[in-house]
């Protein structure tokens, strides 16, 4: 089976702008989550999709928003982009609700670059 | 306080040496405990997880739990330079989200 694929791979924007990353989950797979990971902060969870519903949402502001289609890819909008957005976005994958029981796989990211 | 604590090191060992890494948590309540692996620009892979107390072994790497003290531990053993990446611990908690650590950078020279 093909792995989680994340578009593009990397990014530059500038303050203000808003960006959308896209990401394929393996197939047969219904949930999503997504991640950011800085230096700073490491890996912080933003939410997660299962059947084209959000299930979970992380501590991020309402700039970060999601959604998920009915063939289970999903993408991720941030609006009015901040210096402090740069990061690597991360897209895991797993049958059924992250967790212990559903292994999430994960892509390799895109990474973003705020000017 | 964050749920989970690591020191991101960075860690440098020669080859053949045993790599200790280390995560402590807060909440009590969790029984399941995770160590990811993140070679360079590549997204993290579950190496191990390990439920409630005790060892796992998985070859080279074994993954202890002292729930008491609420600290969980990484051992590589035998380190190879192919073993040079970021290891990530992972909790998750009872809403099904996913608490890393820092994550440490181990680097196995040759």
């Known amino acids: 089976k093909a792995g989680v694929t994340q578009t593009p791979r990397y990014l530059i924007k500038t303050r203000g702008q808003q960006v959308t990353l896209s990401c394929s989950p393996i197939s047969g797979h219904r949930s999503v989550s997504w991640y950011q990971q800085t230096p700073g902060q490491g890996l912080q969870f933003l939410f997660e999709?299962?059947?084209?519903?959000?299930?979970n949402k992380g501590n991020f502001p309402g700039r970060f928003s999601g959604r998920q289609f009915s063939n289970s890819r999903s993408e991720m909008n941030v609006s009015t982009l901040e210096l402090g957005d740069s990061a690597l976005y991360l897209c895991?994958?797993?049958?059924?609700?992250?967790?212990?029981?559903?292994?999430?796989?994960f892509g390799p990211g895109t990474r973003l670059t705020v000017l | 306080q964050k749920e989970v604590e690591q020191d991101p090191g960075p860690l440098s060992v020669p080859e053949g040496a045993i790599v200790s890494l280390n995560c402590t948590y807060s909440n009590s309540a969790f029984q399941y405990f995770m160590w990811y692996r993140q070679y360079s620009r590549k997204g993290p892979e579950l190496l191990m997880y390990?439920?409630?107390?005790g060892n796992k072994e998985d070859g080279r790497f074994t993954a202890q739990v002292d729930k008491s003290s609420k600290y969980i531990s990484l051992f590589i053993r035998d380190s190879q330079p192919s073993d040079s990446a970021t290891y990530l611990c992972?909790?998750?908690?009872?809403?099904?989200?996913?608490?890393f650590g820092a994550g440490t950078t181990v680097t196995v020279r040759a």
């Open positions: 992972a909790i998750p908690g009872g809403d099904y989200k996913l608490s």
């Open positions: 895991a994958s797993s049958e059924g609700l992250a967790g212990v029981t559903d292994t999430q796989y």
């Open positions: 390990t439920y409630s107390s």
């Open positions: 999709y299962f059947s084209e519903t959000q299930r």
